[in-house]
């Protein structure tokens, strides 16, 4: 039993370490429990060994979503916990913010979309930050004013410079409001970019 509480528990991670599977379930066996069922082959693969000398595995596709079906069906109530534990250990702020998005932790996924914009970004993850701010509640949105001027970036990568504008001017508004002198230059430097490239006079 204390097995399979373990597999349902993990089967919301992508991917599986040792150190990912004690934040989640709380065990500090974890290590031992992975070992003891990739030896018995239980739908589980070894896929790398990362950088900090930690196995990765994955479980099985069919096996991950059987597993988390049950999780839904025994646990609902410990879903949001699990995820936020797994946000919290993630080496990746993609898959953070993905498990953020999961528990419904709206805030804490706006503000690493700010920490980590830049870098999503540059890593041409414009797409999924797109559909990651489409799926804020509004008022998170507004709250987060720099999740604007990374979302005109989005629409600016796909052509669409009507709608960045309009993004980078409701931005700018609010950092003006707030009184945030950083946010507001950001804004209007992006803009002035906005417009050169256009070849506004």
Not at 31 to 60: C, F, S
Not at 122 to 132: E, N, V
Not at 139 to 163: D, K, P
């Amino acid at each position: 039993e204390d097995v399979r509480m373990f597999l349902m528990q993990t089967s919301i991670l992508a991917e599986i370490t040792p150190s990912a599977c004690r934040a989640v379930t709380g065990r500090d066996d974890a290590a031992d429990v992975l070992a003891q069922l990739y030896k018995r082959n239980l739908a589980i693969a070894l896929l790398t060994i990362d950088i900090e000398g930690e196995p990765v595995y994955r479980y099985h596709a069919l096996f991950a979503e059987l597993l988390n079906l049950q999780l839904k069906k025994e646990l609902p109530g410990e879903i949001t916990e699990l995820h936020r534990r797994a946000a919290e250990v993630q080496k990746t702020p993609g898959r953070a913010i993905f498990h953020y998005f999961s528990a419904r932790l709206w805030d804490q996924a706006a503000q690493l979309m700010v920490r980590s914009g830049m870098q999503l970004l540059l890593l041409g993850m414009y797409k999924t930050f797109r559909q990651w701010y489409r799926t804020l509640p509004a008022e998170t949105r507004n709250h987060y004013s720099h999740l604007a001027v990374l979302m005109a970036r989005c629409e600016i990568h796909h052509g669409n410079n009507t709608a960045a504008y309009r993004l980078l001017n409701e931005a700018n508004e609010a950092f003006i409001a707030k009184g945030d002198i950083m946010g507001e230059g950001n804004a209007l430097s992006s803009l002035i970019t906005l417009s050169y490239m256009n070849n506004d006079r």
